[in-house]
């Protein structure tokens, strides 16, 4: 059913999935399977902080609980039932920080920049389920849409909060991102995804409030190729999908200096997130997704083992 | 050979002609535009909209273009019309002209808004087909809008219109409406003439021409019997004697009213009244007023003589000049060593002129500057070599600026370059002529076509023949030169060249009685004061002008006090004038043209206002103020009869054109090349969809 696509000799050897196959999946989760699915394994380990084995406590038995977590010593010794509780199952809050504002329906390769982060943001909470993480997602535009606080059975309904989002407003990082940093109680792996059209000097500030009580930042950010390249053809004017504001342009002109301007942006964010220990990562949504996620999670398994 | 058109009306479809582009360009706006998800990059660069509104597809949009023309011209029915087919009658449409008169004697009471009113309830009155234009007129004639079906525009075009400072000229204005109507083909063509109809407006017999095609309709205003006086003339006469300083001042006055008037006349001395008097006036009655014993004071007085307001307010002022000062600057230039007697007949000649007075002085060659040269209004070389270098070119640069030279040959040879292209003699001076011994020469009449012979003083040239010419310079005028007078043995007496704005006038004997007995002749004066008055260009300037002239400032200033120093002063500096109702108007020392448009006193300065060098006074023909009328219906009878007859153009009914057209069926052609237009057009759009459509689409 799906067919891979060797990645543009960006790992060698390690065949991607084309966005393009991924857009045609209706299922989020199967969606989500196949892309993390096919690399995990190649990892030697987890490489999401709070992979623990450690035995915390035992609770009661509640209904719904797996089965197979009860702790038959127990019973056979106190003829009650109680399951054990590792520390894994509650170091890791995983929060899905996703930006919906107009800007993000916009694509010229197979999937829209908000697609393609749905797609992301499945595959993480993909991986954290498999990690037994918390998953929570909190989505905004010029203020915050919806919240599904972070639980280990909440899988399903962040793939279905994913799966219904639409894009909407106006962009704004201040305001809902300092109030979705103020809600994070305890601390978190926090992950946000979005086209960050803001000025490096508001995005930081605004970024960086995702930072308190230690939370750990990671920033994906999403670019489709033509807003890298602008590559428009005899287009002459442009309508911002956000203000409706119209522009005139003589985009063949435009494209060498717009190309720098974008590129410098990205330079800059890079490195100023670099330096407060963000971590940040530049996608092209016409990258192979398992790609980015392969080379993101290896990077911070890589990380992990020198942290 | 010319295209006629059965449906004329449907031309007005190529209006649509702009729909085309229009829809192109916002097409191409639409089309061309994408949305993006920010502008946030794009708005730090410099845009350029360079392409914006260029048209693309040049090819399609004329196809496009060029289909609908076809087609809007197919449903015209056009047919060829040439010699033998000739132009189409316009049955339903009738041509009219207004003529409106705009000239001071409108603002005699409420003539003005009578005229007005008329020319408006015309342009209301005209059928939706119908087509009007509107010339204004005074002294000159304007379109002030060509021939319309525009009821709003032309109602707007006459209520703009006010009368003027400037007489009536009818003549003028009617040709000019005729010329108007010469392209119609309407059925009925009219001029609609509004006037006051004044006598004065048209001279007897300077009818004008019209087609006989046209006719001519006269709507008189109604004239208010309004009592009016006016300054008919002023006039400024030097006291006789040696009491140059003062003059006289008559003042014409003329009731133009039935009944009889009192009027108060004053009389304003720069600013101060010096004198009123009360008037009794009869009926038509022309009644001459003198002020005598006036001075002029410092120099240059500037006069107002008024009269009380009445029916006409701008005929009761007239504005004068006197300066006491006014002489004619004149240089005589001998030779170092004169004959005795030499210069004594002419400047005694010089000293009994009026009309003007000069102011003479005498200098040779070594005692002259080059740069003094243009302080004088005349030059007169009496007997003497002209030298060459600077002084000869500065003498030609004098004569070319306007300036006046009077060359008599005597003893004293000349050269030869003085004559040449360059030159400024009307010929070349060669050797002397002896007449034999106990006979003289005569000299025969002037020429009577020149202004010498038929002077505005007197009906009759100066008689020379009575002069006796023992001896004279034989002179070879070159082509272009004019001779003004002979001798009996046909030789050149008198022969002038015109230089640019100068004229040079070449007596080939002396003016002393050296050579001839000339000076002790009675014609020796008026000959005299005729011949230096036409060098300075006297007779091209007034002490007043008159609204609607054109006073060249320079030559005016020549004659004027205290000009000497603007005539010297050949700066390249603007002169500055300013007109009565304090304009500035700035001019060019080259070409001082100061056309005049209001009544009062034009100030001439050199450099600043403050420093006040010539005065011009201005003012209004009285000739309109005369109220007479003419008889409108016999005015109009004359203006019929003397029409020419109508150009023969054979002109083809409705009926006709639409045979013609129907034999040639040109519809069908023009219809079927928009066919083959219209299939090229569909190829044409096709490759350019099929183009656009493989271009990358953005998905948002």
């Known amino acids: ?307 | 050979m010319g295209l006629s058109w059965i449906n004329p009306l449907y031309l007005a479809g190529l209006s649509l002609l702009a729909l085309p582009i229009l829809i192109h360009l916002v097409q191409r706006q639409q089309a061309s535009g994408i949305k993006f998800p920010s502008l946030m990059f794009l708005r730090q660069i410099q845009w350029r909209e360079k392409r914006r509104l260029e048209i693309r597809h040049w090819l399609l949009l004329l196809l496009r273009c060029l289909l609908l023309l076809l087609v809007v011209l197919a449903f015209a029915r056009p047919f060829l019309s040439g010699e033998s087919t000739p132009a189409m009658l316009d049955l339903e449409r009738s041509d009219s002209v207004i003529v409106i008169d705009r000239s001071y004697s409108m603002r005699i009471s409420d003539s003005w808004q009578q005229a007005q009113q008329i020319a408006l309830q015309l342009v209301d009155e005209k059928q939706a087909q119908d087509r009007i234009g509107v010339v204004a007129f005074d002294d000159e004639a304007e379109v002030i809008s060509d021939l319309t079906e525009n009821a709003a525009n032309l109602r707007t075009v006459i209520e703009r219109q006010a009368p003027g400072l400037r007489t009536t000229r009818i003549r003028a204005a009617l040709e000019q409406a005729a010329r108007l109507l010469a392209g119609s083909n309407a059925q009925r063509k009219r001029i609609l003439l509004v006037s006051d109809f004044q006598a004065a407006g048209i001279a007897r017999g300077d009818l004008p021409l019209v087609s006989q095609d046209t006719e001519v309709v006269a709507h008189a205003v109604k004239l208010a019997d309004s009592a009016n006086t006016s300054i008919s003339s002023v006039s400024v006469t030097p006291s006789a004697g040696d009491n140059n300083d003062e003059f006289t001042l008559s003042v014409e006055l003329t009731n133009h009213s039935a009944k009889p008037m009192v009027q108060r006349l004053g009389l304003a001395l720069d600013g101060r009244i010096f004198e009123r008097r009360e008037l009794n006036l009869p009926p038509g009655a022309v009644v001459t007023q003198t002020f005598s014993g006036l001075s002029p004071g410092a120099g240059l007085v500037r006069g107002v003589v008024s009269l009380d307001d009445d029916g006409l307010t701008l005929d009761n002022r007239a504005y004068f000049v006197y300066s006491n000062q006014q002489k004619m600057p004149l240089l005589i230039i001998e030779g170092s060593r004169p004959r005795s007697n030499q210069g004594v007949y002419l400047e005694s000649a010089l000293r009994l002129a009026r009309d003007p007075a000069f102011r003479v002085e005498r200098r040779s060659w070594n005692q002259l500057e080059p740069s003094e040269l243009s302080s004088w209004a005349v030059i007169v070389i009496d007997d003497t070599t002209i030298p060459g270098g600077d002084i000869g070119n500065a003498l030609r640069d004098f004569v070319a600026a306007g300036g006046g030279l009077l060359v008599t040959l005597g003893t004293a040879q000349q050269d030869s370059w003085l004559s040449t292209g360059d030159g400024f003699l009307p010929g070349k001076p060669q050797r002397p002529v002896d007449a034999r011994s106990g006979t003289a020469f005569g000299i025969r009449a002037l020429d009577a076509d020149h202004p010498l012979a038929a002077n505005r003083d007197s009906r009759t040239a100066p008689n020379l023949s009575t002069a006796s010419i023992f001896s004279y310079r034989t002179l070879q005028p070159n082509a272009g030169d004019r001779v003004l007078a002979y001798y009996d043995d046909d030789g050149v007496a008198l022969a002038e060249r015109q230089l640019e704005q100068g004229k040079t006038l070449v007596l080939t004997t002396t003016l002393d009685p050296h050579w001839n007995d000339f000076a002790l002749q009675p014609a020796f004066l008026p000959f005299l004061h005729r011949a230096l008055r036409y060098l300075a260009g006297y007779d091209a300037y007034r002490r007043e002008f008159e609204v609607g002239d054109i006073a060249y400032v320079m030559r005016y200033a020549r004659a004027q006090a205290g000009s000497d120093a603007i005539v010297a002063g050949a700066s390249a500096a603007p002169l500055i004038v300013e007109a009565p109702s304090t304009d500035i108007v700035r001019l060019q020392r080259q070409q001082a043209l100061l056309p005049i448009d209001e009544p009062g006193f034009y100030q001439v300065h050199r450099a600043t206002p403050a420093d006040v060098e010539v005065v011009l006074a201005a003012n209004i023909d009285p000739a309109e103020a005369n109220p007479r009328t003419l008889d409108v219906a016999r005015f109009v009878e004359e203006i019929m009869a003397s029409a020419k007859p109508a150009p023969p153009v054979e002109i083809l009914t409705r009926r006709q054109a639409a045979d013609y057209e129907q034999q040639q069926q040109l519809w069908h052609l023009v219809l079927l090349a928009a066919l083959v237009l219209l299939l090229l057009e569909a190829l044409l759009a096709n490759r350019v969809a099929v183009k656009r459509s493989a271009r990358p689409g953005v998905k948002t």
């Not at chain 1, 300092?178 to 490096?200: F, T």
């Open chain 1, 1 to 307: 059913m799906l067919r891979p696509k060797e990645a543009q000799g960006q790992i060698p050897g390690q065949r991607f999935i084309d966005p393009e196959v991924l857009t045609r999946i209706d299922n989020l989760e199967l969606v989500a399977r196949s892309v993390v699915d096919g690399f995990i394994s190649g990892l030697h380990q987890s490489p999401m902080l709070g992979m623990s084995v450690d035995f915390a406590e035992h609770r009661s038995y509640m209904p719904g609980d797996d089965v197979r977590r009860i702790d038959w010593r127990v019973f056979a010794r106190t003829d009650r039932l109680y399951v054990k509780e590792f520390e894994a199952d509650t170091n890791a809050n995983l929060h899905l920080v996703l930006d919906i504002s107009k800007s993000m329906d916009f694509g010229s390769a197979a999937a829209t920049k908000l697609e393609y982060a749905k797609f992301l943001a499945a595959s993480l909470a993909y991986v954290s389920k498999r990690q037994r993480d918390r998953i929570g997602l909190i989505t905004f535009d010029s203020d915050i849409v919806e919240v599904i606080p972070p639980s280990i059975r909440h899988f399903n309904a962040v793939l279905h909060a994913l799966d219904r989002l639409e894009a909407g407003g106006r962009s704004e990082y201040h305001g809902p991102l300092q109030r979705i940093g103020e809600s994070l109680r305890r601390r978190s792996l926090v992950v946000l995804i979005s086209d960050l059209y803001a000025p490096v000097e508001q995005l930081l500030p605004a970024i960086d409030q995702l930072r308190q009580r230690g939370n750990d930042l990671i920033v994906f950010h999403l670019l489709d190729p033509l807003e890298l390249s602008l590559e428009l053809g005899d287009v002459t004017s442009v309508e911002d999908l956000e203000s409706g504001s119209r522009l005139p342009i003589a985009a063949a002109q435009l494209q060498q200096e717009y190309s720098q301007l974008v590129r410098a942006h990205q330079a800059e964010l890079e490195r100023r997130l670099g330096a407060n220990r963000v971590d940040y990562i530049f996608t092209d949504t016409s990258q192979p997704l398992d790609s980015v996620l392969y080379r993101y999670l290896s990077d911070r398994e890589r990380q992990s083992r020198t942290r």
